[in-house]
């Protein structure tokens, strides 16, 4: 560039002005700019790396982390709680023992207490404490190479997003930063209110508790609006560690921190420092909480409806979802029930059984020694009762045995077996010193009965007859043994005791109880049935016949009116789902359980209305709405001033009223003089039964009624095999239905069997005695028609399994007869009765019932 004094330059000189003139002047800092801007462009550089490494550590960190929309409705797992008849608590089914209890209801107090002790800033920060994690972060750097614990700085909103979101305590700087990043977010998705409600009622405070409802009352046995100072505190210490601060093993440092959270709470003026000093002094002793239920026998009761509940509503709602469950269970009713059915059970096995010896045995030199210690190393059964005690015989020749008793301090006790358990054991395995045994402490004398567990089992159940509501069930010996209910889920032949299925079949065709077929031997092909007493009498009415459970007569009378009948008969009472067409099926030749026979017999004592057992009366949620009751029977609003609510009932009538009002007149004299008198024995209100006893003494039944209760009773072993001869359902399971129903009836007003309109009750000689029975109009006391000579199904071989069958009724009665009987014992041609000779092919009882 050429300037205007041509000299081709801009005035600035080529270099740095010296003195006295030599080269152009460097400009001044450089090195300074240099390296100010090297480090900027350095700073910058690292910055947008740094940001983009934390962007990226950020999104890899948030992608797939839960939502926490859903704690906006968050209902926390709480247990639900079955309930008695009476209202007590039977049992508790929980995965978490929960109470759960709002805001609202938590005294200022607790939530103090663990606010002082875990996030003394929480209604202040944003979900992270970053002060907090400093201090951790520097105290971790200290301890750093020591076994030393990293030190925590979650606040009790982190502890949220863990507990509820993350569900891990894995100690890593990725779970960290992630239960921060979700803190933020529950912050600005929950007030601090519904924050500190879950915390509170989800975290785990030792003893099974979570949550501090369960925790109250686990360690103080009390609910959370009376705790005072130092029991709150005391909770407020647990969340840092339940196990390192459980009262019961580690009480000074659980007292230390108790104080510790007491000195907090002051500090933040919660409570005044006097208050905390004088929580302080106060000892720290835990009640001696015991979980609810099961109420003494109701473990059965208590295993079917949660059983029902999983299969109504599954196995998250039923144990977590805080459901009120009002069952039926008569508590005491449930204790005679149980009670009732191990006498029988022990008086059968000690009549049968025998004494089968030792279940353990303990060394010479511990019984001379230090038996006491030998013996609490002894396992003791699971089918022991709560009564009995494990014992070691220390003499064989004195009887003298030692057992121990208590838990803290265990104490041994000493004491002489009775005389005539020592006579009873030597007839069977015999007694030898050292042996253990399971033995009952009396309470007069210091003598101690030697007991042994059945092998038989049994079950029962008490029903409702106008609601079918399940009052008592046993489902055997020993629940803690077997779970298995022999009530609801074995499925056995009820015998005789089916019977009166087929006497109501024909009451519904319009057989009159003073109907006459004839007790006489018959023949299907291979099959000969025969009466258990193996005699015959000839022309029988059907009352008689029912009071004494004759076979031939009700197997004449099922040919007669067809088992197709019968059948469905039995399937509409749901006492069978299926049964085969054939006659040996009305001798109990099906498959049936305790309940479904219970509710069977109580349609008929409810004069035909259907009856279905129930266990629960309703279930409630967790906000106390009613979501179940069973359908059928329910409280209708209306009527007038003086009646109130009536009962609106819909369930179907089965059976008309007057055949049920006929059978159970029949079914009454069984109990009054027949095959049930044992059961009726002292009993002086107005009650019906029937005994059942299947083929080869395999089952005992007696199911029997009154107006307003049903009890059913079996006894048989698990693997079918006789009871032995003559162990009728009359003689083994007839006392024990007669034990339960004298308390049931008890407490209860007398009430008589109810006759519908139109029917007759009228008193006649049957030719074996005066009896009492119901008749439907049209019909003659003591007459007995013709009712022809075929039956009411087409018989084929099949029907009884039998090769040759006899066409019709006239048939049967062609068979060689004996003389019959009269009612002064006498046969017709004056001579004395005797038993008939057997059929041809030895005299088969035949399938189905006995007596």
Same mark, same amino acid.
């Given at each position: 560039?050429?300037?205007?004094?041509?000299?081709? @330059?801009?005035g600035?000189?080529?270099?740095?002005s010296?003195?006295?003139?030599?080269?152009?002047?460097?400009? =001044?800092?450089r090195?300074?700019? #240099?390296?100010?801007?090297?480090?900027?462009?350095?700073?910058?550089?690292g910055?947008?790396?740094a940001?983009?490494?934390?962007?990226?550590?950020?999104?890899?960190?948030?992608?797939?982390?839960?939502?926490?929309?859903?704690?906006?409705?968050?209902?926390?797992p709480?247990?639900?709680?079955?309930?008695?008849?009476? $209202?007590?608590v039977?049992?508790?089914?929980?995965a978490?023992?929960?109470?759960?209890?709002?805001?609202?209801?938590?005294?200022?107090?607790?939530?103090?207490?663990?606010?002082?002790?875990?996030?003394?800033?929480?209604?202040?920060?944003?979900?992270?404490?970053?002060?907090a994690?400093?201090?951790?972060?520097?105290?971790?750097?200290?301890?750093?190479?020591?076994?030393?614990?990293?030190?925590?700085?979650?606040?009790?909103?982190q502890?949220?997003?863990r507990?509820?979101?993350?569900?891990?305590?894995?100690?890593?700087?990725?779970? +960290?930063?992630?239960?921060?990043?979700?803190?933020?977010?529950?912050?600005?998705?929950?007030?601090?209110?519904?924050?500190?409600?879950?915390?509170?009622?989800?975290i785990?405070?030792?003893?099974?508790?979570?949550?501090?409802?369960a925790?109250?009352?686990?360690?103080?046995?009390?609910?959370?609006?009376?705790?005072?100072n130092?029991?709150?505190?005391?909770?407020?210490a647990?969340?840092?560690?339940?196990?390192?601060y459980?009262?019961?093993?580690?009480?000074?440092? *659980?007292?230390?921190? =108790?104080?510790?959270?007491?000195?907090r709470?002051?500090?933040?003026?919660?409570i005044?420092?006097?208050e905390?000093?004088?929580?302080?002094?106060? %000892?720290?002793?835990?009640a001696?909480?015991?979980?609810?239920g099961?109420?003494?026998?109701?473990?059965?009761?208590a295993?079917?409806?949660?059983?029902?509940l999983?299969?109504?509503y599954?196995?998250?709602?039923?144990?977590?979802?805080?459901?009120?469950?009002?069952?039926?269970?008569?508590?005491?009713?449930?204790?005679?029930?149980?009670?009732?059915? =191990?006498?029988?059970?022990?008086?059968?096995?000690?009549?049968?059984?025998?004494?089968?010896?030792?279940?353990?045995?303990?060394? *010479?030199?511990?019984?001379?020694?230090?038996w006491?210690?030998?013996?609490?190393?002894?396992?003791?059964?699971?089918?022991?009762?709560?009564?009995?005690?494990?014992?070691?015989?220390?003499?064989?020749?004195?009887?003298?045995?030692? #057992?121990?008793?208590? @838990? $803290?301090?265990?104490?041994?006790?000493?004491?002489?077996?009775?005389? =005539?358990?020592? *006579?009873?054991?030597?007839?069977?395995?015999?007694?030898?010193?050292?042996?253990?045994?399971?033995?009952?402490p009396?309470?007069?004398?210091?003598?101690?009965?030697?007991r042994?567990?059945?092998?038989?089992?049994?079950?029962?159940?008490?029903?409702?007859? @106008?609601?079918?509501?399940?009052?008592?069930?046993?489902?055997?010996?020993?629940?803690?043994?077997?779970?298995?209910? /022999?009530?609801?889920?074995?499925?056995?032949? %009820?015998?005789?005791?089916?019977?009166?299925?087929?006497?109501?079949?024909?009451?519904?065709?319009?057989?009159?109880?003073?109907?006459?077929?004839?007790?006489?031997?018959?023949?299907?092909?291979?099959?000969?049935?025969n009466?258990?007493e +193996?005699?015959?009498?000839?022309?029988?009415?059907?009352?008689?016949?029912? @009071?004494?459970?004759?076979?031939?007569?009700?197997? /004449?009378?099922?040919?007669?009116?067809?088992?197709?009948?019968?059948?469905?008969?039995?399937?509409?009472?749901?006492?069978?789902?299926?049964? %085969?067409?054939?006659?040996?099926?009305?001798?109990?030749?099906?498959?049936?359980?305790?309940?479904?026979?219970?509710?069977?017999?109580?349609?008929?004592?409810n004069?035909?209305?259907?009856?279905?057992?129930?266990?629960?009366?309703?279930?409630?949620?967790?906000?106390?709405?009613?979501?179940?009751?069973?359908?059928?029977? *329910? #409280?209708?609003?209306?009527?007038?001033p003086?009646?109130?609510?009536?009962?609106?009932?819909?369930?179907?009538q089965?059976?008309?009223?007057?055949?049920?009002?006929?059978?159970?007149?029949?079914?009454?004299?069984?109990?009054?003089?027949?095959?049930?008198?044992?059961?009726?024995?002292?009993?002086?209100?107005?009650?019906a039964?029937?005994?059942?006893?299947?083929?080869d003494?395999?089952?005992?039944?007696f199911a029997?009624?009154?107006?307003?209760?049903v009890?059913?009773?079996?006894?048989?072993?698990?693997?079918?095999?006789s009871?032995?001869?003559?162990?009728?359902?009359?003689v083994?399971?007839?006392?024990?239905?007669?034990?339960?129903?004298?308390?049931?009836?008890?407490?209860?007003?007398?009430?008589?069997f109810?006759?519908? $309109?139109?029917?007759?009750?009228?008193r006649?000689?049957?030719?074996?005695?005066?009896?009492?029975?119901?008749?439907?109009?049209?019909?003659?006391?003591?007459?007995?028609?013709d009712?022809?000579?075929g039956?009411?199904?087409?018989?084929?071989?099949?029907?009884?399994?039998?090769?040759?069958?006899?066409?019709?009724?006239?048939?049967?009665a062609?068979?060689?007869?004996?003389?019959?009987?009269?009612?002064?014992?006498?046969?017709?041609?004056?001579?004395?009765?005797?038993?008939?000779?057997?059929?041809?092919?030895?005299? $088969?009882?035949?399938?189905?019932?006995?007596?």
């Amino acid at each position: 560039m050429t300037l205007a004094d041509g000299s081709g @330059r801009d005035g600035r000189m080529d270099g740095p002005s010296r003195p006295g003139g030599g080269g152009p002047r460097r400009p =001044r800092y450089r090195m300074v700019r #240099w390296l100010a801007g090297t480090t900027l462009a350095v700073l910058l550089l690292g910055s947008g790396g740094a940001g983009i490494v934390g962007w990226y550590e950020y999104e890899r960190l948030s992608e797939g982390l839960p939502t926490v929309d859903g704690l906006r409705t968050y209902q926390p797992p709480v247990m639900s709680r079955l309930y008695s008849g009476d $209202d007590q608590v039977m049992a508790e089914l929980a995965a978490e023992r929960r109470i759960f209890v709002p805001y609202s209801a938590i005294p200022e107090r607790v939530r103090s207490a663990f606010l002082a002790a875990e996030d003394q800033k929480f209604f202040s920060h944003g979900g992270v404490d970053p002060l907090a994690i400093l201090r951790a972060g520097v105290t971790d750097m200290m301890m750093h190479g020591t076994k030393h614990r990293p030190i925590g700085a979650s606040t009790i909103t982190q502890q949220v997003a863990r507990i509820m979101l993350l569900g891990s305590n894995a100690v890593s700087i990725d779970r +960290k930063i992630k239960e921060a990043l979700l803190a933020m977010r529950l912050e600005q998705t929950l007030s601090k209110e519904q924050i500190l409600e879950i915390y509170l009622n989800e975290i785990y405070l030792g003893e099974g508790a979570y949550g501090i409802g369960a925790a109250a009352q686990t360690y103080f046995n009390k609910p959370l609006d009376q705790l005072d100072n130092a029991e709150a505190a005391f909770l407020g210490a647990l969340p840092k560690s339940p196990t390192n601060y459980n009262p019961h093993r580690y009480v000074q440092a *659980a007292t230390n921190r =108790r104080n510790w959270v007491l000195d907090r709470m002051a500090d933040l003026r919660v409570i005044t420092p006097e208050e905390a000093r004088a929580a302080q002094l106060e %000892p720290l002793v835990p009640a001696n909480f015991t979980r609810p239920g099961p109420v003494p026998g109701s473990e059965w009761f208590a295993e079917e409806v949660r059983r029902e509940l999983i299969e109504r509503y599954g196995i998250g709602t039923t144990m977590e979802g805080g459901l009120s469950v009002h069952t039926s269970l008569d508590s005491h009713l449930q204790q005679v029930a149980t009670g009732a059915l =191990r006498e029988g059970l022990l008086r059968y096995d000690r009549a049968h059984g025998g004494w089968r010896g030792a279940f353990a045995h303990v060394g *010479a030199a511990d019984v001379a020694g230090d038996w006491a210690n030998a013996l609490a190393h002894v396992t003791a059964p699971a089918a022991m009762l709560e009564q009995w005690r494990v014992a070691v015989v220390l003499s064989a020749t004195t009887g003298r045995v030692g #057992w121990l008793e208590g @838990r $803290d301090p265990v104490m041994p006790h000493t004491g002489v077996m009775l005389a =005539r358990d020592m *006579a009873w054991m030597r007839t069977g395995k015999g007694v030898q010193t050292g042996d253990v045994v399971l033995v009952e402490p009396q309470a007069d004398g210091g003598g101690v009965a030697i007991r042994q567990v059945p092998r038989v089992e049994s079950a029962l159940a008490t029903i409702d007859v @106008r609601t079918g509501r399940v009052l008592a069930m046993v489902g055997g010996w020993s629940f803690r043994e077997s779970q298995f209910n /022999r009530a609801i889920q074995a499925a056995r032949q %009820p015998g005789s005791s089916f019977k009166p299925f087929v006497y109501l079949a024909a009451m519904e065709q319009g057989i009159s109880p003073s109907q006459k077929f004839d007790d006489s031997p018959v023949s299907y092909g291979e099959w000969h049935p025969n009466n258990y007493e +193996k005699d015959f009498w000839g022309p029988t009415t059907l009352h008689d016949a029912l @009071r004494e459970s004759r076979n031939l007569v009700t197997i /004449r009378l099922a040919a007669q009116i067809g088992m197709k009948p019968v059948a469905s008969l039995a399937q509409n009472l749901g006492l069978v789902h299926s049964m %085969p067409l054939v006659l040996p099926a009305a001798l109990g030749a099906v498959e049936t359980t305790v309940m479904k026979e219970a509710g069977a017999y109580a349609t008929i004592a409810n004069g035909g209305r259907l009856v279905t057992p129930s266990l629960i009366d309703d279930i409630k949620d967790r906000n106390g709405n009613v979501v179940w009751r069973p359908e059928g029977v *329910a #409280w209708q609003p209306g009527g007038t001033p003086a009646t109130g609510p009536q009962v609106a009932d819909t369930r179907p009538q089965v059976v008309s009223a007057t055949s049920a009002a006929q059978i159970v007149a029949m079914m009454q004299d069984v109990v009054r003089r027949g095959t049930g008198v044992r059961a009726g024995a002292g009993i002086d209100r107005p009650i019906a039964g029937k005994t059942g006893t299947s083929q080869d003494f395999n089952d005992a039944w007696f199911a029997g009624f009154s107006p307003d209760l049903v009890t059913v009773v079996w006894i048989g072993f698990d693997t079918p095999q006789s009871l032995g001869k003559n162990e009728t359902g009359g003689v083994i399971a007839g006392p024990i239905w007669n034990q339960v129903m004298k308390v049931a009836l008890a407490t209860r007003p007398r009430l008589d069997f109810r006759v519908p $309109d139109g029917v007759q009750l009228a008193r006649y000689d049957t030719g074996m005695g005066v009896a009492i029975d119901a008749f439907k109009p049209g019909q003659v006391p003591g007459e007995s028609v013709d009712l022809g000579a075929g039956s009411g199904m087409a018989l084929t071989a099949a029907d009884t399994g039998a090769e040759n069958m006899p066409d019709s009724e006239n048939d049967m009665a062609t068979m060689p007869v004996s003389p019959t009987a009269q009612p002064d014992g006498t046969t017709s041609a004056g001579h004395a009765a005797v038993p008939a000779p057997a059929p041809p092919s030895g005299g $088969d009882i035949g399938m189905g019932g006995l007596y």
